[in-house]
Structure formats: structure tokens, C-alpha cells
């Protein structure tokens, strides 16, 4: 399973690259291989702020739907519309073209919240 060391993690399985006050934001590899085939996701906060935890979207597989959490408060400055097309990218390359939303945080304090890659080891089966 990959699980890159330069990214922060959540308990909700999402992944957060931080770039100056921009966090690019998707689901881990261990995330989207437990939903299976992603046929759809939904992001209707862009332009938005969302508090950090609250549901900014959701992601809809062949069998269920997932909630997506907000990994840190902020405004929601980008969607990944290459998904609307081919939201499989989400399974195929999660760390790369499958991110989900781009945010420009309002409290770089609480980035000293999410998971190392370690923790999040620690925190999912181990296979």
C-alpha cells in the first residue's frame, strides 16, 4: 500500500499536501481501495469556507457512498473537474491527478493535527 511520507493524513483516510497556505486534498490509496470502483464525486462547496471535519463532498462508489471530512478549515479554492470526467482517477493515481479540492487555509495551526504517515500506518489494517 502507498502511503507517501511528504503528505499529512487524516483518520478519515484523506491525504493533505501543504504548499504555502494551499492544501491540496484527496483520499488515501487504502481509502479508495475500501470504497472499490469510484463512479462519481460530488464537491458542491467550492468557493466556500468549511469548518475543519465538516462533509465537503462525497464520493459515490459501485456499492456505497462516502462522506468526504474537511481535513482543515478554509475556503475551498479548486476542484479537481478532471474528475467529472474520469473520477476513476481517484483509484487509479490517488496521490496525483485523482486529488479532490485545492484550499486555502485560514489556520495553518491546525495542520499540527493531522497524521504523519506513520500514525497513519499505525492507524489502518495491516494487510
Known sequence: ????????????????KIEDDIAT???TDFAQGELGDIVYVDVDTLDETVEVEEVFGSVEAVKTVS??????????VEFNE????EPELVNTDPYGEGWLIKVKVSDTTQMESLLTDEDYK?????S
Do not use: C, Q, R
Open 122 to 126: 499505525d492507524l489502518i489494517p495491516s
Open 67 to 76: 462522506d468526504l471530512f474537511m481535513p482543515l478549515t478554509g475556503e475551498i
Open 1 to 16: 500500500m502507498n502511503i507517501p511520507s511528504e503528505l499529512k493524513y487524516t483518520k478519515d483516510h484523506e491525504w493533505v
Open 25 to 27: 486534498v484527496g483520499i
Open 82 to 85: 478532471a474528475l467529472e470526467d
